[in-house]
């Protein structure tokens, strides 16, 4: 699903972000990617959604060599990943509805379409009845999930979750990561970026440890020991 060949990524004058990465991601996995700040992390999720590009090695999502993946591909790829961040960047004068539909709308998907999608959506994460609310009337917890149902629109075989529990509290960390859980059982692979030892020890998963831009560690059940 996701293969990175000798994936290095330079900064100049002198830092490696990523140095020499070899890393496999099956079809239906969980993967957790730990460590501590600047390791490497965020720069390995943003070469996988074509944000950047890696200075040397190679990225293949599927059958797809996406190494020296032309700009007007980009958006192809990124219906196939959905990606949820930190920050949940809701548009604050749309509803819930509308903030999940402008993700199709700016594809050009019929409105009979998203009128379809949407309360399904809006269903697996648990938020069916909020779509008439605004992002202001939501907790951070529901805003997130928004958020989750907006990168699932376009049914992506991948979810990249980049920190999505770092601005939530231990209740709604928890209800996230099950809603999450959730998503991988009905067959998304999950790649979720986070330094919270509690999360990834608790879910008993995957475990891949980054530092210094390289992996020290891939356990198939593994724990965060950093």
Same mark, same amino acid.
């Given at each position: 699903?996701?293969?990175?060949?000798? +994936?290095?990524?330079?900064?100049?004058?002198?830092?490696?972000?990523?140095?020499?990465?070899?890393?496999?991601?099956? &079809? =239906?996995?969980?993967?957790?990617?730990?460590?501590?700040?600047?390791?490497?992390?965020?720069?390995?999720?943003?070469?996988?959604?074509?944000?950047?590009?890696?200075? #040397?090695?190679?990225?293949?999502?599927?059958?797809?060599?996406?190494?020296?993946?032309?700009?007007?591909?980009?958006?192809?790829?990124?219906?196939?990943? =959905?990606? +949820?961040?930190?920050?949940?960047?809701?548009?604050?004068?749309?509803?819930?509805? &509308?903030?999940?539909?402008?993700?199709?709308?700016?594809?050009?998907? #019929?409105?009979?379409?998203?009128?379809?999608?949407?309360?399904?959506?809006?269903?697996? +994460?648990?938020? &069916?009845?909020? =779509?008439?609310?605004?992002?202001?009337?939501? #907790?951070? =917890?529901?805003?997130?999930?928004?958020?989750?149902?907006?990168?699932?629109?376009?049914?992506?075989?991948?979810?990249?979750?980049?920190?999505?529990?770092?601005?939530?509290?231990?209740?709604?960390?928890?209800?996230?990561?099950?809603?999450?859980?959730?998503?991988? &059982?009905?067959?998304?692979?999950?790649?979720?970026?986070?330094?919270?030892?509690?999360?990834?020890?608790?879910?008993?998963?995957? +475990?891949?440890?980054?530092?210094?831009?390289?992996?020290?560690?891939?356990?198939?059940?593994?724990?965060?020991?950093?």
């Amino acid at each position: 699903m996701i293969k990175l060949r000798g +994936v290095s990524k330079f900064y100049p004058p002198n830092v490696y972000a990523l140095k020499d990465v070899n890393l496999d991601i099956g &079809e =239906g996995e969980f993967v957790s990617i730990v460590g501590q700040s600047g390791t490497g992390k965020t720069t390995l999720i943003k070469l996988v959604i074509s944000e950047e590009k890696p200075t #040397s090695g190679r990225i293949t999502i599927g059958n797809w060599d996406i190494t020296q993946i032309k700009q007007s591909e980009i958006p192809y790829l990124r219906r196939q990943i =959905g990606v +949820v961040f930190q920050d949940f960047k809701l548009l604050p004068k749309k509803t819930v509805f &509308e903030n999940v539909a402008f993700a199709l709308e700016v594809c050009g998907v #019929s409105k009979e379409k998203i009128a379809s999608i949407i309360p399904q959506v809006l269903k697996i +994460v648990g938020i &069916e009845k909020m =779509g008439e609310r605004y992002p202001h009337q939501l #907790s951070g =917890g529901e805003q997130q999930r928004v958020v989750i149902a907006r990168s699932l629109v376009h049914k992506p075989k991948i979810l990249v979750a980049d920190e999505p529990t770092g601005n939530l509290d231990s209740l709604n960390t928890r209800e996230i990561v099950d809603l999450l859980k959730k998503i991988n &059982e009905l067959g998304t692979t999950v790649v979720l970026v986070t330094h919270n030892r509690e999360i990834v020890n608790g879910l008993k998963k995957r +475990v891949i440890i980054l530092d210094s831009g390289q992996v020290i560690s891939d356990q198939a059940r593994g724990k965060y020991l950093l």
